[in-house]
């Protein structure tokens, strides 16, 4: 990422929702008293190879190590398989996993340490299908078993031992480990507790005021409570993630000089904005439908949870104001290098993921100006409309969304946007101005 943000990555992924089909594959996870975690598949019927529904790249090749003799992980055309050497049928596997984390490119972190030997461990990872994944397939049933004296949170309920559940949609993390969870008036909390001290009192502060900030203003009900997980690996790296699913949020810092980096505004600051993004995604979801489109358009909720942390870090951190309008000046010349030779639309095929943020950022910051000029419409109130108009029409995704941006601007401003989206720009710092010409 050529923005300097200690950020790599936040990661919002789609809640999948389609005919739920069951997987036919059953996932059995133990985690040793010796700290392994072995994970064992159990088809329903015999079959020559598995699948798995995420391959983000080639990782399980090397920190999936089978157990079972005579296996192997291998990939073809981008997706992982796990088969017999031989080729035969078999209707049981055993792998071992590495449980340190590992950053996968625009998704979650299958394992996210805790600096005291706890962990999260998330499991959309492990989803796996006979054969080959048709995309229907939406029911894992999970069994875990952890060591005496740890338990596991699994959708806000703790379980010593031993659990099962069916997962299903994008899956979960699950906490691993032997803090409890504490309970605040927002969330439910695991935090880690070898943390620098004013990341503790951030996240005790200031995650509960931006959930009501976003709450008030995209007001949403979760029903259940969401959990927050923060954890803090204390290894050498230098990569931090963050991100959602229903009813979760989670950071997870790769670093081991966190302690210094707390001592320096920036990184404080840069932690804010981190939390707000996420929480913002949070309360950007629908419990009904699902909103988003393709990857190639995650301008609109990456660009608009980036944006809506500049106005809240603005209402709330009024002192975060140099910070904000410096990070929105860098924004736009990152944006603006970043489409010199590509279109936005390209982006995500030409791993450029991260022009979705800057670039987003400053088409949701347009699309507000112009809502101004037309009456009442801000940016959350949009959302709003947005969200109701793919729940009850599926109009979903950037069409959805500009859609709802017509009917409060023009036709002539949202031709304005969809070219500089769709259109390689030759000038796009020009292109910039004009999206905020007056
Ligand atoms: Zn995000």
Request: charged share 20%.
């Amino acid at each position: 990422m050529n923005v300097k943000e200690y950020i790599t990555t936040a990661v919002f992924l789609m809640f999948f929702i389609g005919a739920a089909s069951a997987s036919q594959v059953n996932i059995g996870i133990i985690k040793s008293k010796e700290q392994e975690w072995r994970l064992t598949y159990q088809l329903s019927a015999p079959a020559t190879k598995l699948a798995f529904v995420r391959n983000p790249d080639d990782s399980r090749t090397t920190r999936w190590l089978p157990v079972t003799p005579g296996f192997t992980i291998s990939i073809a055309d981008g997706q992982e398989y796990l088969q017999r050497d031989d080729g035969a049928r078999f209707d049981s596997v055993t792998v071992r996993l590495t449980p340190t984390y590992k950053h996968l490119s625009k998704d979650y972190a299958p394992f996210s340490p805790y600096s005291d030997g706890g962990t999260l461990i998330y499991t959309g990872r492990l989803f796996a299908c006979i054969n080959t994944c048709e995309g229907n397939e939406n029911q894992w049933p999970v069994t875990m078993q952890v060591p005496k004296g740890e338990h596991m949170l699994v959708n806000g309920k703790l379980y010593p031992e031993e659990a099962a559940w069916v997962d299903s949609n994008d899956g979960m993390n699950v906490y691993v480990g032997i803090q409890q969870p504490v309970e605040t008036e927002n969330v439910w909390a695991i935090i880690d507790a070898g943390l620098p001290d004013n990341i503790k009192q951030s996240l005790d502060a200031d995650i509960p005021e931006l959930m009501h900030y976003f709450e008030q203003r995209l007001g949403i009900n979760h029903g259940q409570k969401p959990a927050l997980f923060a954890s803090y690996a204390n290894v050498d790296g230098h990569s931090s993630q963050g991100g959602t699913l229903p009813n979760q949020i989670f950071m997870h810092w790769n670093l081991n000089d966190l302690g210094d980096k707390v001592a320096d505004d920036t990184f404080l600051n840069n932690t804010i904005w981190f939390f707000a993004h996420e929480v913002a995604h949070l309360y950007q979801r629908s419990k009904k439908a699902e909103i988003l489109g393709s990857p190639n358009e995650s301008w609109l909720h990456e660009g608009h949870a980036d944006w809506l942390a500049a106005k809240a870090l603005l209402t709330l951190y009024p002192q975060t104001t140099p910070y904000v309008e410096n990070k929105i000046v860098r924004f736009k010349s990152h944006c603006a290098a970043g489409l010199e030779n590509m279109t936005l639309r390209s982006a995500a095929d030409n791993g450029r993921f991260d022009l979705y943020y800057t670039c987003g950022l400053l088409i949701h910051q347009a699309i507000e100006e112009e809502f101004k000029k037309h009456g009442n419409k801000d940016s959350f109130s949009a959302w709003d409309d947005f969200r109701t108009l793919a729940e009850k029409q599926g109009e979903h995704g950037a069409t959805g969304f500009l859609n709802v941006v017509k009917a409060n601007t023009s036709e002539a401003f949202v031709a304005k946007i969809t070219s500089f989206i769709t259109e390689q720009q030759e000038n796009p710092l020009q292109a910039l101005d004009l999206l905020n010409a007056r």
